[in-house]
T-cell receptor, first 115, second 113 residues
């Protein structure tokens, strides 16, 4: 089974802090994604990566950056956290070579609160 | 840009009965995938079912089936013999030429005993 893990389930930070959210997948997937989930808004794509050191902006990249130095790890960085970044953050991965092409597998999520 | 619309923010069903969740989408692409994902309370999002647009046959996974109407751009999910464990947020999602998924806003399903 595909396993996608995220470094924290719950995180509380202060306004202005630099925040790192880590995601690791164990299935050698090429693609990795970061979403934020807010009530009534569904999931919105922040950034995604289709290869090591590659990144593409999603629909709401402002205030975020990402890093992918190794294939299995994709980090989301909040350079200066703000209260409007309080949200649930979901990581996902997918493979171009899987039998079930393009299906994304999700991590458990990190609920971030910025005070 | 592609959009996905789930018109039912909340639905409820009695245990053992059948419920249908609606999803419509807008796209100009001819080749794409459609998904239903389930997110139980405080638990991980998991794939329920997927449909390739080029396939005319509706996908089925045990008690879960879809009604895919390509011309109408409709992709509803039917859950038969509903169980308490089916209670969750359900998200409809579209994937076209890129690797990106476009999600609807979700439908919260409650299953009453």
């Amino acid at each position: 089974d595909v396993k996608v893990t995220q470094s924290s389930r719950y995180l509380v930070k202060r306004t202005g802090e630099k925040v790192f959210l880590e995601c690791v997948q164990d299935m050698d997937h090429e693609n990795m994604f970061w979403y934020r989930q807010d009530p009534g808004l569904g999931l919105r794509l922040i950034y995604f990566s289709y290869d090591v050191k590659m990144k593409e902006k999603g629909d709401i990249p402002e205030g975020y950056s990402v890093s992918r130095e190794k294939k299995e790890r994709f980090s989301l960085i909040l350079e200066s956290a703000s209260t409007n970044q309080t949200s649930m953050y979901l990581c996902a991965s997918s493979s171009l070579t899987s039998v079930v092409l393009d299906t994304q597998y999700f991590g458990p999520g990190t609920r971030l609160t910025v005070l | 840009a592609q959009t996905v619309t789930q018109s039912q923010p909340e639905m409820s069903v009695q245990e053992a009965e059948t419920v249908t969740l609606s999803c419509t989408y807008d796209t100009s692409e001819s080749d794409y995938y459609l998904f239903w994902y389930k997110q139980p309370p405080s638990r991980q999002m998991i794939l329920v079912i997927r449909q390739e647009a080029y396939k005319q046959q509706n996908a089925t996974e045990n008690r879960f089936s879809v009604n895919f109407q390509k011309a109408a751009k409709s992709f509803s999910l039917k859950i038969s013999d509903s169980q308490l464990g089916d209670a969750a947020m359900y998200f409809c999602a579209y994937q076209g030429g890129s690797e990106k998924l476009v999600f609807g806003k979700g439908t919260k399903l409650t299953v009453n005993p």
